[in-house]
């Protein structure tokens, strides 16, 4: 069964490729995300994963970070400091935490 992740793609106001995750990252999506970036880097370049509405991140989700992080600054929400930092990962990309009132609203659940 597959997580729910939602990816789309757009240019930061700096003109970087922008891709934006909303949801969650793990071994049954991780693929989808290195595909979303792998494209958004098509022309080279840096480029900017938005995080701050992404609500858990397992290994393989930080194994494609890993793979993009000479090329990639992440906004990420507070919630997820801990696995960035446990990972080394922000000692290779760029980190930026969003303030905890950045994350957006969670949908209406009926």
Sequence with gaps: MSTPLTLTTA???????????VGEIDMSNSGALADALGTAREN??????????????DSAGLSVLFA?????????PQLLEPV??????????????APPDAAPPAADVP
Excluded: F, K, N, Q
């Excluded at 240019?11 to 995750?21: E, I």
């Excluded at 993009?68 to 990420?76: G, N």
């Excluded at 960035?84 to 935490?97: D, I, K, N, R, W």
């Design 11 to 21: 240019r930061h106001p700096d003109g970087r490729a922008l891709v934006t995750a």
């Design 44 to 57: 080279g370049g840096e480029l900017v994963l938005d995080l701050t509405a992404v609500e858990y991140l």
């Design 84 to 97: 960035l930092t446990l990972s080394g990962l922000p000692e290779l990309a760029t980190v930026h935490l």
């Design 68 to 76: 993009h992080a000479d090329h990639l600054e992440l906004i990420a």
